[in-house]
């Protein structure tokens, strides 16, 4: 059976996502450089970097030694196609095994199809973002945990992760069972819930398009707990983890409604 994230990040998604735009991810990247400070001129991976809305949003800011890695190879072909309307000279979509892996530069953006669990990248990047709940896809902890390791091994030493992860308090506090709305030419219904174990959220969307017949979108992402993703990432190696509550380094507390985990790889800081 074909996995939910294997088929959920097509070209629709962008059109059922369409308020996570690039106004909203120059609004995270400025919030994330005034927290971190990051080098502009390292090497900087947008893990499931999707459509590229931050990597547009990362050059604007003159970060230009840019990667993306996405498993969709339409949302890679999407971002190709916005990093080359920003005047991006080369965006070329790479496979790992199959191509060499070219370098970033100021003129060129390298976007990798590949798997989060398996970066095909070892002590490279300065920094590796993870935005918007781009985590606890996998059904079984150990490939979710998988994730922070490969991220660990693809940061050069004294590197930093950030991710931008869901609050699981404010998921389950804050879960709306069921929405809909019409969008020109179709109706987007949504049903979500938590899994019979408490462990994951649950979601489904069903798009019908006028006079058409409706299809479904999945989504399941694992509920782990600030304690939980601190524990996992000193598993995967990391040090010195901080939790914020915002991309604004607000603190984290039970109203947040992100989780945003900030860690180094040694020697920290
Ligand atoms: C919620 S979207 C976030 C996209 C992007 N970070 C943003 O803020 O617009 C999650 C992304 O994860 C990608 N993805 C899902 N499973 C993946 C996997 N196993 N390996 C790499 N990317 C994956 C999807 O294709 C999608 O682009």
């Not at 971002?79 to 199959?98: K, M």
């Amino acid at each position: 059976m074909t996995a939910w994230y294997e088929e959920s990040f097509g070209k629709e998604y962008l059109s059922l996502y369409a308020h996570r735009d690039l106004a909203e991810a120059c609004a995270n990247i400025s919030a994330i450089h005034a927290l971190l400070a990051l080098s502009k001129d390292e090497p900087l991976l947008d893990l499931a970097c999707g459509a590229g809305r931050c990597l547009v949003a990362l050059r604007r800011a003159g970060f230009h030694r840019l990667v993306g890695l996405d498993l969709s190879a339409d949302l890679l072909q999407a971002a190709a196609e916005a990093l080359t309307d920003e005047g991006v000279a080369e965006a070329p979509i790479v496979t790992p095994g199959a191509h060499d892996l070219p370098e970033p530069a100021p003129q060129r953006v390298v976007l990798v199809q590949a798997d989060m669990r398996r970066i095909p990248y070892r002590d490279y990047f300065a920094t590796i973002l993870s935005i918007f709940t781009s985590f606890g896809y996998f059904e079984a902890d150990d490939e979710n945990e998988a994730v922070l390791r490969s991220a660990y091994d693809a940061l050069r030493p004294g590197g930093v992760f950030l991710m931008d992860y869901l609050s699981r308090d404010w998921v389950i506090d804050n879960l709306v069972p069921e929405d809909e709305r019409r969008q020109p030419g179709r109706h987007v219904h949504n049903r979500r819930r938590l899994s019979p174990d408490g462990r994951r959220v649950e979601k489904v969307t069903t798009v019908t398009p006028d006079g058409g017949e409706a299809h479904q979108f999945r989504e399941s992402v694992r509920l782990y707990s600030e304690s939980d993703m601190r524990r996992l990432l000193a598993a995967a190696g990391f040090r010195s983890v901080a939790a914020y509550g915002s991309l604004s380094g607000d603190c984290c507390t039970p109203q947040s409604s992100r989780l945003v985990l900030v860690a180094h790889k040694e020697p920290c800081p």
